[in-house]
């Protein structure tokens, strides 16, 4: 199965590594924003066969796309692919937070006769919230706690000293809609939960900078006609972008791999 891969950061680089175990996965194209002698190294090692392109090719038809790059990928690579009939894996959930995106790729993947899978990321539990939900879902509650490094030229750096926190600071409650506009690299996961449960608009979002945790921990608390829902998961960081836990890179080299295969859970 050809691939491309939008985004070479962390998750990226990453993603390819473990590819690497995944003989049946071909990544064919690499698309980044900016083309420098570092990267050219990286996808030269971890993926020789690949190209390293601005965009993908007239010419190219991939199985799969797979963003794992930010927000503004989405506009720029997936939901062009989508409308070339290119199915696509997205890390970077939050992007449907801006008022009309998500209308615009369904109509994309609509026109492309194709479908765009949101991974589950740096959470877990996803499967649960959006079948409960189908049940009705009173409150659902996320909040993420991460180091205060973890929140570093975000808007949280003008409500407190980050470098000096001795104790946790909620540095943000709203909606999750809220969050993932104002923190587009740390508030993805409150994006899920919302897509899954009651909606970017229903969802209460906490975030913390918090000294005391060396993870990042997303708590969801869900109740409704199911019953209730409590998840803690302490995500290891990855040692190259403390915003991003490793979790989510096994979650889209899952989504990836599960497409070579007979069975789908
Ligand atoms: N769903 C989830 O649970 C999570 C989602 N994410 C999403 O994944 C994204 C990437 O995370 P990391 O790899 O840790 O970040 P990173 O900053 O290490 O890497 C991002 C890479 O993508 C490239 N890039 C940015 N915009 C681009 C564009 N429009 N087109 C092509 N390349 C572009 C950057 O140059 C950089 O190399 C985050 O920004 C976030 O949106 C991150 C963590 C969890
Ligand atoms: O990786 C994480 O722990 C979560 C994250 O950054 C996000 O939700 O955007």
């Given at each position: 199965?050809?691939?491309?891969?939008?985004?070479?950061?962390?998750?990226?680089?990453?993603?390819?590594?473990?590819?690497?175990?995944?003989?049946?996965?071909?990544?064919?194209?690499?698309?980044?924003?900016?083309?420098?002698?570092?990267?050219?190294?990286?996808?030269?090692?971890?993926?020789?066969?690949?190209?390293?392109?601005?965009?993908?090719?007239?010419?190219?038809?991939?199985?799969?796309?797979v963003e794992c790059a930010g927000h503004?990928?989405?506009?720029?690579?997936?939901?062009?692919?989508?409308?070339?009939?290119?199915?696509?894996?997205?890390?970077?959930?939050?992007?449907?937070?801006?008022?009309?995106?998500?209308?615009?790729?369904?109509?994309?993947?609509?026109?492309?006769?194709?479908?765009?899978?949101?991974?589950?990321?740096?959470?877990?539990?996803?499967?649960?919230?959006?079948?409960?939900?189908?049940?009705?879902?009173?409150?659902?509650?996320?909040?993420?706690?991460?180091?205060p490094l973890a929140w570093v030229g975000?808007?949280?750096?003008?409500?407190?000293?980050?470098?000096?926190?001795?104790?946790?600071?909620?540095?943000?409650?709203?909606?999750?809609?809220?969050?993932?506009?104002?923190?587009?690299?740390?508030?993805?996961?409150a994006a899920t939960v919302a897509l899954?449960?009651?909606?970017?608009?229903?969802?209460?979002?906490?975030?913390?900078?918090?000294?005391?945790?060396?993870?990042?921990?997303?708590?969801?608390?869900?109740?409704?006609?199911?019953?209730?829902?409590?998840?803690?998961?302490?995500?290891?960081?990855?040692?190259?972008?403390?915003?991003?836990?490793?979790?989510?890179?096994?979650?889209?080299?899952?989504?990836?791999?599960?497409?070579?295969?007979?069975?789908?859970?």
């Amino acid at each position: 199965m050809e691939i491309a891969l939008v985004g070479c950061g962390a998750i990226g680089r990453s993603v390819l590594t473990l590819l690497q175990q995944h003989p049946h996965v071909h990544p064919k194209w690499v698309v980044v924003s900016r083309i420098t002698p570092q990267l050219l190294e990286a996808v030269a090692d971890l993926a020789p066969s690949a190209q390293l392109v601005h965009a993908l090719p007239d010419d190219a038809h991939p199985a799969l796309l797979v963003e794992c790059a930010g927000h503004s990928a989405i506009a720029q690579h997936v939901r062009p692919a989508l409308e070339r009939g290119i199915a696509c894996v997205v890390a970077s959930v939050g992007a449907l937070s801006t008022p009309g995106m998500a209308q615009a790729l369904e109509a994309a993947a609509a026109t492309g006769n194709t479908q765009i899978q949101l991974v589950s990321g740096a959470i877990g539990g996803v499967d649960a919230l959006s079948a409960a939900q189908l049940g009705g879902l009173d409150q659902v509650i996320y909040s993420g706690r991460k180091p205060p490094l973890a929140w570093v030229g975000t808007p949280a750096e003008a409500g407190c000293e980050l470098a000096s926190l001795r104790e946790a600071v909620c540095i943000f409650e709203g909606t999750a809609r809220e969050a993932a506009l104002r923190y587009p690299k740390n508030a993805n996961v409150a994006a899920t939960v919302a897509l899954a449960g009651l909606g970017l608009d229903h969802t209460t979002v906490r975030l913390f900078a918090d000294p005391a945790v060396d993870t990042n921990v997303h708590h969801i608390q869900a109740k409704g006609a199911f019953g209730c829902m409590e998840l803690t998961l302490q995500g290891r960081p990855l040692a190259a972008n403390p915003k991003t836990s490793a979790l989510t890179v096994y979650s889209i080299v899952r989504a990836i791999v599960q497409r070579t295969g007979r069975w789908v859970m």
